[in-house]
């Protein structure tokens, strides 16, 4: 595994305020409900996916080989995406099954890419709208490598609209973002800015009711809830997702705070480690 520091998180999303000043214009992208996944040349010279913690991600061969075939230096690059294979469940399950197999569902959604002279040493990159040009140009004509589409966006009102047109195409909501900006490794929020329905509360897994079918969580105020909705296919998706529960985090979905630090009207959104 290549040497990783905290300097060399990718860069993250802050959340969109509709009442937020922003700078216009904004590039718009889809949000995928997928695995956060960058890419890049590991020690032995090959190709290597990793998870947003730089933790090898398996049954992605078929996407790396398709990388490895395009010509010129392709190892000077270190491409960042999403992992996405329909769902986020099925995602999951695919990069996490234990047998090492090329899952054709996989496809790779491709959003940025930059220098990997620039990613090792943190230097500052070119503005986003030459990343994304370089992009489409570097993988052009892939089959399980997709550059996300992106719309321009003038004001608030437009960016939701975009957001809300992304919905209705299947995806999980929208990724503003300033095309002027170079990367910011590890960061959140410095041009970039996710807006999506229902925006769903981080809770702390903290107890299962496999019988009641529902799980206790600590949402962010503090407050204990349990919530119910665990189906069968539900529980296998959350024994997926962690090899200790309690390092579970639940993504709930509800209408804002009630008393004692609850979510209103809950409902279970996704399971990913912390």
Excluded at 12 to 28: E, F, H, I, T
């Amino acid at each position: 595994m290549p040497w990783y520091n905290v300097h060399m998180y990718p860069q993250l999303c802050a959340k969109w305020n509709d009442s937020g000043r922003y700078q216009w214009p904004m590039v718009v992208q889809p949000k995928v409900d997928g695995i956060r996944c960058y890419v890049r040349a590991g020690d032995d010279g090959r190709m290597v996916a990793y998870s947003r913690h730089g933790k090898p991600l398996a049954n992605c061969d078929h996407i790396l080989r398709e990388l490895e075939s395009l010509p010129g230096s392709i190892y000077e690059w270190m491409f960042d995406g999403e992992l996405f294979a329909g769902t986020y469940g099925k995602t999951l399950q695919s990069v996490r099954a234990h047998e090492r197999r090329g899952d054709m569902r996989l496809v790779y959604c491709a959003f940025d890419v930059l220098p990997l002279s620039s990613w090792i040493a943190c230097k500052p990159t070119r503005p986003l709208r030459e990343r994304m040009a370089a992009l489409s140009d570097i993988t052009s004509g892939l089959k399980h490598v997709r550059v996300l589409p992106y719309r321009l966006a003038s004001s608030h009102s437009t960016v939701r609209g975009i957001a809300r047109d992304y919905v209705r195409d299947g995806h999980e909501g929208a990724v503003a973002k300033y095309p002027w900006e170079s990367y910011h490794y590890g960061s959140r929020g410095r041009g970039w800015y996710k807006l999506r329905w229902n925006d769903p509360y981080d809770c702390r897994l903290k107890n299962i009711d496999i019988d009641g079918g529902r799980i206790q969580v600590v949402t962010p105020r503090g407050g204990l809830q349990w919530v119910g909705g665990m189906t069968a296919s539900r529980w296998r998706e959350l024994s997926l997702c962690a090899e200790h529960l309690r390092n579970v985090v639940i993504e709930i979905r509800g209408r804002g705070y009630g008393l004692h630090g609850q979510i209103k009207d809950p409902t279970i959104g996704r399971f990913r480690d912390c």
